[in-house]
């Protein structure tokens, strides 16, 4: 029975590895992306009182729950949450310092786009506490920024980016590659350029098509043409490991760079299979209480969510217990995506003769490998990710 016990407080405190952090969800656009399928809308006019007394509202209700915890993380993230009034974060801000005791080097991210940056409204988020901006560029020329459905030009993007930095110490963005018309050579030479450009971080995304989208509707019919092939697909994604690499930008995980010390302190507790709170519209959030892993749902739709805070207090759409088959499901599929891999000792049900059975048919094939009790994904594994998830996923 002691044993048990020992195993149930060391469950129920497994979040602490990975920190707590809070995820601001801002549901509003200015278009679309034909490729994106987050939880984001094109809307005439916002009421942004009405959205900050929700936002107000619930962090209050998951302060009430998670007390005594030290905040790690805050990331506004969408949408885009640069459309924000400054007052509205600062707002938002200032009711999180007031309901967590927060890390020294605490990391707070608001995502940008370069249509809506305007020096007056960063520097309003760095007077909110704002201190790291990830921006989505996308793309280094006018030609495949259009094909991408974004609303800026190249000149824009770098102006924003200047903006961005000359006001943040740190300023991460975003590139997608293996887009229409784009080969090798030219990944490569756009790559040089952003490296060029980079401070700290960068996130680098193969296009995904994704069902739902613009894009999967096209692709469905056969009108999304001139895509790279898998192979050169697969081409790109190790040119970027190897460019990035002897540039300094180290991969930490399969989409993201960063030197030394400068990785995404947020998306590692995502990673890390810590405890986050979501809130806002489609907000996804793992909160550990009293003893239980809960995954927590908003609703989609963003008028359905403000009117649930304002009616019952509550922006949740569902809560669930996870199990411990769930569990060990979600840190795996989380934790292999960064290299340094997962913790064997973490696993919630242990390493069972079938899981090792799964490992040592990876290892043998040179998939993964074991290092300090960690397992990871070795060098030809990275590309086969999804792959080694399937042998390794519980049923």
């Excluded at 809070?22 to 994106?36: R, S, T, V």
Aim: aromatic share 8%.
């Amino acid at each position: 029975m002691r044993s048990k016990n020992l195993s149930q407080v060391a469950l129920a405190d497994d979040w602490q590895n990975g920190g707590f952090g809070l995820y601001i969800h801002w549901p509003f656009c200015q278009a679309k992306c034909p490729y994106c399928d987050f939880n984001s809308h094109v809307v005439s006019s916002i009421d942004q009182q009405a959205w900050q007394r929700a936002y107000l509202s619930e962090i209050e209700r998951i302060g009430e729950e998670t007390q005594g915890r030290i905040l790690r993380s805050v990331f506004f993230g969408g949408g885009t949450p640069s459309m924000m009034d400054p007052d509205l974060v600062d707002a938002i801000l200032s009711k999180v310092r007031a309901t967590w005791s927060m890390a020294n080097d605490i990391e707070i991210t608001l995502e940008a786009n370069p249509t809506s940056v305007e020096a007056g409204r960063f520097v309003g988020y760095r007077q909110a506490g704002v201190n790291r901006v990830s921006m989505g560029i996308q793309a280094l020329n006018d030609r495949d920024l259009r094909a991408l459905g974004r609303l800026h030009t190249a000149k824009e993007a770098l102006t924003a980016f200047s903006t961005a930095r000359e006001t943040f110490d740190r300023v991460s963005f975003d590139l997608i590659y293996a887009r229409q018309g784009q080969d090798l050579e030219t990944w490569r030479q756009e790559l040089g350029q952003a490296l060029d450009l980079a401070i700290d971080h960068l996130s680098l995304y193969q296009l995904t098509i994704e069902d739902g989208t613009a894009f999967g509707d096209r692709y469905a019919a056969g009108k999304l043409r001139g895509l790279p092939d898998d192979d050169v697909a697969a081409d790109m994604y190790a040119l970027t490991q190897q460019i990035c690499g002897d540039a300094g930008f180290a991969g930490y995980e399969v989409s993201n760079h960063a030197r030394p010390g400068c990785e995404s302190i947020h998306n590692k507790i995502y990673w890390n299979y810590g405890d986050y709170a979501g809130i806002g519209p489609g907000a996804h959030g793992r909160l550990t209480i009293n003893g239980q892993k809960l995954a927590t749902e908003a609703p989609l739709a963003p008028g359905k969510w403000l009117s649930q805070v304002n009616d019952t207090g509550n922006g949740d759409a569902a809560r669930v217990s996870l199990s411990k088959e769930d569990q060990q499901s979600e840190m795996l599929l989380m934790g292999m995506r960064v290299f340094e891999g997962v913790a064997l000792d973490r696993l919630p049900l242990g390493r069972t003769d079938e899981f090792e059975n799964s490992i040592n048919n990876l290892k043998e094939i040179g998939m993964v490998q074991i290092e300090k009790g960690r397992l990871q994904l070795t060098s030809e594994g990275r590309p086969v990710l999804n792959a080694v998830l399937r042998e390794l996923l519980v049923d």
